[in-house]
């Protein structure tokens, strides 16, 4: 799986200078590393560290890249949201996509409440390889989205809202018991996760 | 609240024998009854013993009408269902609105994942007083006929579905949750509740 | 839905730069604004950038008018709340009212436990156009003032307790579960969700 | 504790052979012996077996008096319930308060949607040395009687209602957040368990 | 209920200002207050602006006492903690029945893991009018004791603990379903809910 | 989506004449029709009345084929279960997959506790286009096989199980957090989904 | 694992044709095979159709020895009740230990609202090689039990009980949280996960 | 129990001075103590004011070894990892294992998406006398180390992952329903639990 694909760490709950430490373990062995969940000062701190560090404040996402990962010869990935707040969730997708050589396509904040702004869309969605679909509270969009489009739809519900949003459960069923048939769906808030499952439907993957 | 309408009775966990004496007893003084959840079995078992007693299976209500409900100056209750196991549901909010003087207009199986469906019927919703949204597993209907239509919208969600759709839990809270502002709820299943929401919104009502 | 009526912002999660930017680019074309869940600090940042800008602390919502919302036709709602600490919620109601041309009448701090309070001002309550009851822990309050009104009642469940109050998902399904027949129900905490109900349940929405 | 008291079985996933064995055994020892939760097919079937066995179909409980309790010098217990279908739980606690020497009041049908019910029974509830209230779905009752009375005040949660009501969890947790302070709390559907309580707290216990 | 008790007041989420306001007010009309769940901070700001004002740090409690409470002929209230970490909560349940004229007797640290502990002191708990006990984690202390004495037993769950403990849950639904019959229980930490419980069951309450 | 895909029905809760009635209709119209979740009595019962109808028990699916789906070019797709309890899921995905013009490669009862059975078969999950992995209980299947492919894994979490098993939920949540990256996850006993997943991501699909 | 130990089927779900066939096949290869949770319409089906076949109706299991298990030199296993409803539990425990060379010892109904029959029975417990400890509803008997011994306790949730009992989960929280030190946990009404981890605990288990 | 063993204080909600009073007050009477859940802050704080106090950050706990514990004639204690987030719980039951006077090997980081990384190690893992094996997320490790070892399993779920992985609970209903049989559990991030419950049952515990 990993042919190609820089390492991936998980930096939540890790120091700077444990992540400083193993970023340059793994380029030190000619590997290029992508580092998931840093907040922005830490981002900062590593960057000042470690020179080649690039880090996406947005996505809280920083990575080396030692050797580009290779071409894949497949369409874009929409990497699509219902709303504004989802958006950090969609951009630690897109960054992964972009570290593993496959193309984002943002399509942001064209939640159902208002059809028109995604029925206007829907041709660029038709063209992708796949869609990412991100929303959080009802999770409603990849039902609308699966109905709309016949390539894989990997949803990831996100834990905006508030009470009965239950931090992003109620998006996690809603996806799992969607309408639309075929609809997969990744832990919540895992951007990285969804782009990882585009990752190994594609070709070129391996 | 109760004034031209009928004393509601809710028949599950009641024998055929208790439902009757109760019937009998309202019916006595005067007024007319509506009785909710009751299977076939036990419908057409009161319906052998009260004459009048009028029984319909699929929505599982049944009444006497002693005197019909006052007319009432208001367009038609939109009753919307996602899909076509919704619709029991639908039928205990559209007889209960019969009951109480209010017109149910059907629009059964336009759920999310079928937009077109929808989207043909939006001139209908538009002309309703208020609209009664059902839907079980994601919940997902309400958002979008309440980002269609300014009147009132009443989400009720259904127990249909498995896994994760929790018994209801999942559209309950997916409706609470709705992008669409506004949008309001009551208890899973509940198309009497729906019903008598309508008609505390409606003029006419005391 | 929208015509007369402001664009409402949610305020949560988003830095003062970014709510700053918001209102200047709906006001730019001529639009009112209205910003919940804006904590006091914030408030105060934006009430110095943008001088139109009116915050609330209490209610932790401001706006920008613009032009004010059309005149309706309608009677006062009724903003109940059953404790103290529930008021802020109720702010966040009564603010929203205001906002789109509703009229709130406050009556607080009438919780079940203490019936003649909210006996004393039943009169009161039966000239309201639609009653908005707040409450948190068991949540109560709206039960007994649907057996007291014909009117809509909107039900808001707050956060308010510890324990088994459950962050608002006691009296949440408390409210659902209410014996008064035709209570509807908004998300924990959303004083916003239920103004918006009543805008749609009252003449002049559309 | 169990001076004068009969034993008490619990019935439920017993068969008709276990519970006989039990009550004989108990008998031959010189004690009285109350069961609680039979249904009343093996109700019928161990009155048939053991003639001094006398059953309570509504209450689910059977007994077999050797000698009664001892009297004891104080006032009745008001048994008060919401709805009518907590009755069967109302008799339980009352069939075993009649088992341990104390006096039931029952005072059924009151509950909050209907205030003036409730109301019109003020001084009974007053002049009871403890009240056990009764209620499921939204558990609304003993905030309300507590708010009436200064003596104890057994809250007993149901599992009546459907959706929301969640079998009885959302009374439990209404009473334990009552805002009517004192108000104390026993397991869902355990009329036995609130006779118990009260048991405990009057005069002659032990 | 009220008589020759203390108003009280609920400090969680008040502000200094809010809490001396309401003070003032309530001594002003010449009764004594308790104002329960104020942390140290808070609890000496108070006291340094209200002189009369007696903080209780260990139980989060302060009060001012304009006239005595009424004696009481009442034996002591056993409050009994499992472990070190229940005391605070112990303190509140201590501090309210002296606040109400009711004799805390404090036997702390005797949890069901070192029996001998317990048994030392089942004479002083067979002394008692009633028994408060308090525990955290499996909460399993009120099934011995309600083993052991024939008095009321208020069961307290706190919480204390991690991971299993639930906040507390897990020693609320062990308390309410315990083997030791007519054990009753109140909210999660809720010493105040405890000490009024024993109010309601002790003579002189009203 | 449809294109040469049969319809499909969701047979639970409907009786046989609808489900005849609904077959009969689609096949009017020259399509093929899959039923799924029938229980075997009620699969016989409509394979009497359609004699076209072939009905699978283990699967509970059933299926009347008017023109077959299209031959599509691609390797199997590796069903794989960690028990035997898992296998009628298993089915209904085989069973999905043929109706859809895909070739299952079952693999049965490989579960994590007894690794060689797993590591026999590794070339053969490497040779399939995607790989379908049902497991109940702990669910900890997919993550082994997803650190043995790099192709899609769906996950599929089966009801089978009891206590901590929570229905499924145990193994959904596993599922979700599996420590394989791009692992995704369909509803609970969604052998029916995780087929139409892998339909979405394989050449031919629209 | 294995050796010496017969096979485990788990009878649940499973027709007697089903299980004939396993129990036929393993006895062809000259094992024995221990089966459990099978009700005794099924287990007395079997036995009818395999002679050799041993159904212990109470426990629920049945068992065909081939070659009976290899003598071990231990103390005997405690298998110890809270209540009588545990039993059936206990003897799926008994049963199992005796299928793979341990010996139970029954202490039953000791739970810990009657301590002095648990008391009564200390030596018995400390003469035991490990202890199992069963109980539903509070499940408190198992910290009651570690702070006498200093052998390993194995703890069994059942699911006896209503209402906060949650079909066992209070009881296995409780476990979880006991404060007796190094009580481990099996899952709910695991008599036979319990026996298994005696096995693994003590010598002759490989 | 405790012979040989030190004194066990659970150091988290205590403040520094609380902890140093309890240290000296067991130091003084001979005894040895060990203090778990103590943050770096407060562990230096400490061995600041008891120059004898040993801190282990890593772990959090801290220890004052007033006599060693008695040696004990058993193998190594194999303390697993999952992943390198779950090394402090490890660190926890491997300094409480030392402290009760057994060995700990540590087994850090081998995960069941990478099978390879575990297999290399079974041959250390067969020379332990028990293996506490510790992981988050979705908890798999133990069901494949139940099947590669015959001696006790001790699985400790950690708080570590996000979302579904649910603070723990995910990994700990999982470990509960293992499919490899005889696994035990202790509490989420109870490294001290497991390394308690592996002195229960290795040889010298009393
Ligand atoms: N307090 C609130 N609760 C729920 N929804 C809100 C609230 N305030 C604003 N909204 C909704 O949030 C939408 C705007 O979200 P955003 O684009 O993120 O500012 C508006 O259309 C409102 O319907
Ligand atoms: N309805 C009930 N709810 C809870 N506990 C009960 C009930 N009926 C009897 N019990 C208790 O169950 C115990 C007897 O249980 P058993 O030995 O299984 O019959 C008695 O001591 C009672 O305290
Ligand atoms: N086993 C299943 N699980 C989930 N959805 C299903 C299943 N079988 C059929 N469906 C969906 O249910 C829809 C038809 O529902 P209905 O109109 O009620 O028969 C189809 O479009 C399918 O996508
Ligand atoms: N990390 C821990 N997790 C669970 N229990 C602990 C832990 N550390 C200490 N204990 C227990 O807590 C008890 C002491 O609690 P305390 O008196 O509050 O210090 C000891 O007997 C230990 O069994
Ligand atoms: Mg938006
Ligand atoms: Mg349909
Ligand atoms: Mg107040
Ligand atoms: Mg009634
Ligand atoms: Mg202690
Ligand atoms: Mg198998
Ligand atoms: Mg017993
Ligand atoms: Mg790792």
């Given at each position: 799986l990993r042919q190609g694909v820089p390492e991936v760490i998980?930096?939540?709950?890790?120091s700077v200078d444990q992540i400083v430490a193993i970023i340059e373990e793994i380029v030190r062995v000619g590997q290029s590393v992508l580092v998931t969940r840093i907040e922005p000062d830490k981002g900062e701190a590593i960057a000042a560290r470690v020179p080649s560090f690039q880090y996406a404040p947005l996505a809280r996402t920083g990575k080396v890249t030692v050797k580009p990962p290779p071409e894949r010869a497949v369409g874009p990935i929409a990497v699509v949201?219902?709303?504004?707040?989802d958006i950090p969730i969609a951009e630690e997708a897109a960054e992964t996509l972009l570290a593993i050589g496959l193309r984002p396509d943002r399509i942001y904040d064209?939640?159902?409440?208002?059809l028109h702004r995604l029925l206007l869309r829907v041709d660029e969605l038709r063209h992708a390889a796949a869609v990412i679909v991100i929303a959080g509270m009802?999770?409603?969009?990849p039902s609308v989205v699966g109905g709309l489009v016949a390539t894989p739809v990997i949803a990831v519900p996100t834990s905006i809202g508030y009470g009965a949003a239950l931090s992003g459960f109620t998006a996690l069923f809603s996806m799992l018991t969607s309408?639309?048939?075929g609809v997969v769906v990744v832990n919540i808030d895992s951007g990285f996760g969804a782009a990882m499952a585009a990752h190994r439907m594609l070709p070129g993957s391996s």
């Open positions: 998980f930096g939540q709950g890790k949201t219902a709303g504004t707040s064209v939640g159902v409440a208002g009802e999770g409603a969009l309408c639309a048939s």
